[in-house]
T-cell receptor, first 116, second 107 residues
Framework: KAGVTQTPRYLIKTRGQQVTLSCSPI?????VSWYQQTPGQGLQFLFE???????NKGNFPGRFSGRQFSNSRSEMNVSTLELGDSALYLC???????????????FGQGTRLTVV | AQRVTQPEKLLSVFKGAPVELKCNYS??????LFWYVQYSRQRLQLLLR??SRESIKGFTADLNKGETSFHLKKPFAQEEDSAMYYC?????????FGQGTELSVKP
């Protein structure tokens, strides 16, 4: 099976712009989560989508949003970019486990966003 | 508050020496804990989870609820173990990660 694929791998944007990052989960996985990784804050949860619905949300401002499509692919959008949004954005997908919320996450290689 | 603490940013050992990467957590419920590893230029990947109680690549981790710890151990470190190690707690539908420990195994 192909792993979690994130595009693009690298991105440079200017303050005030908006950006959209894409994530294709492993085939059969319906849960997609997004994390921000920075040297100062480490890995922080942004949100999780399951069957096109946002199921959980982290403590990030409303400029950060996401969505999931019927094929489980997900996009993350950041509007009005700030310098502090420079980070590695990781997507993770999880397989369905009958009767429980699955917790094992498979990560993509990330999108490195630089805001200048 | 739900929190994961990895007190060591860097742990440096010689090949063949025992390794223990510390992880403490704060969680009021029944914890579900993981160790993730990131080798150089590779993606973050699951190393082991406490509910499976297995040994992966010679690593083991035991959940100690009394001490709220989930330390990762290996009796004899290998150079290929050099990587970033993250302890994570699954809570409220998300993974809460520690800050990570960089393990450096010297020849």
């Amino acid at each position: 099976k192909a792993g979690v694929t994130q595009t693009p791998r690298y991105l440079i944007k200017t303050r005030g712009q908006q950006v959209t990052l894409s994530c294709s989960p492993i085939s059969g996985h319906r849960s997609v989560s997004w994390y921000q990784q920075t040297p100062g804050q480490g890995l922080q949860f942004l949100f999780e989508y399951f069957s096109e619905t946002q199921r959980n949300k982290g403590n990030f401002p409303g400029r950060f949003s996401g969505r999931q499509f019927s094929n489980s692919r997900s996009e993350m959008n950041v509007s009005t970019l700030e310098l502090g949004d420079s980070a590695l954005y990781l997507c993770a997908s999880s397989p369905p486990v009958p009767g429980r919320l699955n917790t094992e996450a498979f990560f993509g290689q990330g999108t490195r966003l630089t805001v200048v | 508050a739900q929190r994961v603490t990895q007190p060591e940013k860097l742990l440096s050992v010689f090949k063949g020496a025992p390794v223990e990467l510390k992880c403490n957590y704060s969680y009021s419920g029944s914890p579900e804990l993981f160790w993730y590893v990131q080798y150089s230029r590779q993606r973050l990947q699951l190393l082991l989870r406490h509910i499976s109680r297995e040994s992966i690549k010679g690593f083991t981790a035991d959940l100690n609820k009394g001490e709220t710890s989930f330390h990762l151990k290996k009796p004899f470190a290998q150079e290929e173990d050099s990587a970033m190690y993250y302890c994570a707690l699954h809570a409220g539908g998300k993974l809460i990660f520690g800050q990570g420990t960089e393990l450096s195994v010297k020849p």
